[in-house]
């Protein structure tokens, strides 16, 4: 089991910035691919980026291209989203999730972390 606890949110004025962190715990994530998702009210969850096992691949939303970057340090087994120029259209629930390398779908996901940003 893997246990993925996120933090870093908070109420941030449009065009700031904010690093979200999520944390593991029960199993090194070395070997799991790492996501992140978000889910703004009354919308579908959707994908704001991930990061391969190795760290050598990364996926943006065409929506966070150029404003998030995203990263891992497998040392802390700890995963970052880190954002810049936010809107208040990134306003949501911030979630981490984990899927082991070769498997389709995340299989653990964190409680999320509320970031909102104000106009």
């Known amino acids: 089991q893997v246990q993925l606890v996120e933090s870093g949110g908070g109420l941030v004025q449009a065009g700031g910035s904010l690093r979200l962190s999520c944390a593991a715990s029960?199993?090194?994530?070395?070997?799991?691919?790492m996501g992140w998702f978000r889910q703004a009210p009354g919308k579908e969850r959707e994908s704001v980026a991930n990061i391969s096992w190795s760290g050598g691949s990364t996926y943006y939303a065409d929506s966070v291209k150029g404003r998030a970057t995203i990263s891992r340090d497998n040392a802390k087994n700890t995963v970052y989203l880190q954002m810049s120029a936010l809107k208040p259209e990134d306003t949501a629930i911030y979630y981490c999730?984990?899927?082991?390398?070769?498997?389709?779908?995340?299989?653990?996901w964190g409680q999320g972390t509320q970031v909102t940003v104000s106009s």
């Open positions: 029960g199993r090194p994530v070395s070997t799991y691919n």
């Open positions: 999730a984990a899927r082991y390398r070769g498997v389709a779908s995340y299989d653990y």
